[in-house]
């Protein structure tokens, strides 16, 4: 696999995770979530556990997430993508918008990728 087929693959691997996110496809995102995985939020950081059941909860409902520039680095068995997005999400029974920068860290793993990390930066301006 080249590197930009690989590159468009976590590209479109991480559009799909943003999709069951919002639809709380809490099974589709623990295959694709690897154990050790690690969520850092606004408020502070969960477990991949943690992460999934505050999806599943409701506790974070991920509404919408307006994609506005993507990157992808591959470094061997690595791929950190960065997402510029704007995202609607329901906390706590309160809508809010943000601007973030997300990172997201995936690790491939016999032939398959794994999220391993996943940070939001929020934006001071956008």
Excluded: C
């Amino acid at each position: 696999m080249s590197s930009t087929d690989a590159e468009q693959e976590i590209i479109d691997l991480s559009r799909e995770k943003w999709r069951w996110m919002s639809e709380r496809k809490v099974d589709s995102l623990a295959v694709l979530f690897h154990e050790k995985a690690v969520f850092v939020h606004m408020g502070g950081t969960m477990s991949r556990d943690q992460e999934l059941n505050v999806i599943r909860s409701g506790g974070i409902h991920y509404k919408d997430a307006e994609i506005q520039e993507v990157s992808v680095s591959i470094i061997g068995t690595t791929a950190i993508l960065l997402n510029r997005i704007r995202l609607v999400a329901v906390v706590g029974g309160n809508e809010v918008t943000n601007p973030f920068v997300v990172t997201e860290v995936y690790v491939q793993q016999n032939g398959t990728w794994k999220l391993g990390s996943l940070s939001f930066t929020r934006l001071l301006n956008q």
